[in-house]
């Protein structure tokens, strides 16, 4: 339970703060709505995939902020809203992408990403009060175009993703990637130029 409030002069909603990209406190009933829309929306995309793909790509459409043409996520696929994600042209999203859409998530034209990659936005205080009263925050991802993401890949918030970066499997990138170059590890570095 919240013991401040952090918000006694701020008269917009956690709603409003979150899109700005503020502390916010998400236990919110608007909030809770948004996330419940996008978890059904991303179980009939799952059913769709299975049976009908020209149904898939509308729910995808219906799901996601804006989708390229061309563009295959191989379901499940989990998203807080998945309003706030941008998949560019060509792009192929392989098994269980997770992606916290709390900011904004661009994924550029023409990427791979691997199975069980990570794209996460929340941020929380480090001070443990402001975090055990539950504020957030968010930072927004980018990935840029061309962009290969192996397996199991976790991009932290605030990350950009630089065009034609290869990002080895099971690298956490913290920090962004220049274009044009291999990182790998964790945290990811850059160990050549493409």
Same mark, same amino acid.
């Given at each position: 339970?919240?013991?401040?409030?952090?918000?006694?002069?701020?008269?917009?909603?956690?709603?409003?703060?979150?899109?700005?990209?503020?502390?916010?406190?998400?236990?919110?009933?608007?909030?809770?709505?948004?996330?419940?829309?996008?978890?059904?929306?991303?179980?009939?995309?799952?059913?769709?995939?299975?049976?009908?793909?020209?149904?898939?790509?509308?729910?995808?459409?219906?799901?996601?902020?804006? @989708?390229?043409? /061309?563009?295959? #996520?191989?379901?499940?696929?989990? $998203?807080?809203? &998945?309003? %706030?994600?941008? *998949? +560019? !042209?060509?792009?192929?999203?392989?098994?269980?992408?997770?992606?916290?859409?709390?900011?904004?998530?661009?994924?550029?034209?023409?990427?791979?990403?691997?199975?069980?990659?990570?794209?996460?936005?929340?941020?929380?205080?480090?001070?443990?009060?402001?975090?055990?009263?539950?504020?957030?925050?968010?930072?927004?991802?980018?990935?840029?175009?061309? @962009?290969?993401? /192996?397996?199991? #890949?976790?991009?932290?918030?605030? $990350?950009?993703? &630089?065009? %034609?970066?290869? *990002? +080895? !499997?099971?690298?956490?990138?913290?920090?962004?990637?220049?274009?044009?170059?291999?990182?790998?590890?964790?945290?990811?570095?850059?160990?050549?130029?493409?």
């Amino acid at each position: 339970m919240t013991t401040t409030d952090y918000f006694a002069d701020d008269p917009r909603t956690p709603l409003e703060r979150m899109l700005a990209g503020d502390l916010y406190i998400a236990d919110d009933p608007e909030i809770a709505q948004r996330q419940r829309h996008a978890m059904r929306l991303a179980a009939s995309y799952t059913q769709a995939y299975l049976a009908d793909t020209e149904r898939a790509g509308a729910v995808l459409t219906e799901l996601l902020g804006s @989708v390229g043409e /061309g563009v295959d #996520v191989r379901p499940p696929l989990f $998203v807080d809203y &998945g309003s %706030n994600i941008t *998949v +560019g !042209a060509r792009t192929f999203v392989n098994y269980h992408l997770t992606a916290l859409d709390v900011a904004r998530i661009t994924i550029g034209e023409d990427c791979q990403i691997g199975p069980n990659v990570q794209l996460l936005t929340p941020t929380h205080p480090v001070d443990p009060q402001p975090r055990r009263d539950k504020l957030e925050a968010a930072l927004p991802i980018t990935i840029g175009d061309n @962009v290969w993401l /192996g397996g199991g #890949v976790i991009v932290c918030p605030g $990350v950009s993703i &630089g065009d %034609n970066a290869v *990002v +080895g !499997a099971g690298s956490v990138v913290t920090r962004d990637i220049p274009a044009n170059v291999v990182a790998v590890g964790n945290p990811a570095r850059p160990v050549r130029d493409i």
